[in-house]
């Protein structure tokens, strides 16, 4: 069976500084792996995504995430983090077909003046 | 282009009660999916459309619970009757193909 796991529930980073929100999974077929991010009274809405080709994925807003097979991870970072990153960020997997989607538990991102 | 909408935003009830849950897909996406967040915990599937057909139910957690789509656009999900255990939000998405469009949720407190 698929899972998600993400490493702390909250994580509070300074204006400019590095954001590093990390998600490990574990699926037994290929993998599709996602990030979402969740504002205030918003629905989900999709980060970036990672189904075959290039481990590094690019997303919105600055965000990336490099697919590690060996380590069943797809951290999610974004050099330099801004006021307006302050959401609260989904780790999620699917099977190839991309339909059932496993999600993480969410990390809420703080970020400090 | 409309994203996907939910109706209502949100909704408090007394245990016993019956609820329903209404989700506008994004026009022209066969597949529609709920799913669930329970306070705090993760996002859970609940089940899967495609068109009027359920492709996929095996989160829905038990019979008080039933997701209609009837013609193949709008999809209901009825929570008959309420539990405390169901509050949370639940989460209404429609894809054409593997990327899924969410809507903003349904926030549900059963007293």
């Known amino acids: 069976a698929q899972s998600v796991t993400q490493l702390g529930s909250h994580v509070s980073v300074s204006e400019g500084a590095l954001v590093l929100l990390r998600c490990n999974y574990s699926s037994s077929v290929p993998p599709y792996l996602f990030w979402y991010v969740q504002y205030p009274n918003q629905g989900l809405q999709l980060l970036l995504k990672?189904?075959?080709?290039?481990?590094l994925v690019k997303g919105i807003n600055g965000f990336e995430a490099e697919f590690k097979k060996s380590e069943t991870s797809f951290h999610l970072t974004k050099p330099s983090a801004h006021m307006s990153d302050a959401a609260e960020y989904f780790c999620a997997v699917s099977d190839s077909g991309g339909f059932k989607t496993i999600f993480g538990a969410g990390t809420r991102l703080f970020v400090k003046a | 282009e409309a994203g996907v909408t939910q109706f209502p935003s949100h909704s408090v009830i007394e245990k016993g009660q019956t609820v329903t849950l209404r989700c506008d897909p994004i026009s022209g996406h066969d597949n529609l999916y709920w799913y669930r967040r329970v306070m705090g915990k993760e996002i859970k599937f609940l089940l899967h459309?495609?068109?009027?057909?359920?492709?996929?139910e095996s989160g829905m957690p038990n019979n008080r619970f039933l997701a209609e789509r009837t013609g193949g656009t709008y999809s209901t999900l009825k929570v008959q009757p309420a539990e405390l255990e169901d509050s949370g939000v639940y989460f209404c998405?429609?894809?054409?193909?593997?990327?899924?469009?969410f809507g903003p949720g349904t926030r549900l407190t059963v007293l």
């Open positions: 459309f495609v068109k009027e057909s359920k492709q996929d």
């Open positions: 998405a429609s894809s054409q193909e593997t990327l899924q469009f």
């Open positions: 990672y189904t075959t080709g290039a481990t």
